[in-house]
């Protein structure tokens, strides 16, 4: 068994997700493991990790009109806005979603479906760097 770790910075435009699929197959490739289990950790807690349909954007617009109907900024909804009114509809987002993602790796690469691709699901207004930590072990 071989195992192999790196942070994957990702500059964010702000809310939306981010597809970070082709750094991930990428670093995956690298590392020269037939197979194993990819596990992918987003180091923050106002974004998130999703698989999610790669193909028509209109999956994506609708996820991100979804959460912000039912995760709004109201002014006066929340006690904690230390950071604004996007900062605890963030902190729900991210907690509907979930941080960590588990992905099997077949034949050195993630074996993702055909329409399916990994987002960094950014839920603050404003951009961001953001970390997402990559752990793969495997032969």
Aim: charged share 25%; net charge negative.
């Amino acid at each position: 068994m071989r195992q192999a770790a790196d942070i994957l910075s990702v500059q964010t435009r702000g809310r939306g997700l981010h597809e970070i699929t082709a750094e991930i197959r990428c670093w995956t490739e690298r590392q020269a493991l037939g197979t194993g289990l990819l596990t992918i950790f987003c180091r923050h807690t106002s974004a998130s990790l999703l698989i999610q349909e790669n193909a028509a954007r209109e999956v994506r617009s609708d996820l991100e009109t979804f959460f912000e109907a039912i995760a709004p900024e109201a002014p006066g909804r929340y006690a904690h806005d230390d950071e604004g009114p996007d900062d605890m509809p963030a902190h729900i987002r991210t907690a509907l979603t979930g941080v960590q993602l588990s992905i099997p790796v077949i034949g050195g690469t993630p074996a993702l479906g055909t329409w399916q691709g990994v987002y960094l699901f950014e839920h603050r207004r404003r951009a961001h760097r953001r970390e997402v930590a990559l752990h793969l072990l495997g032969d």
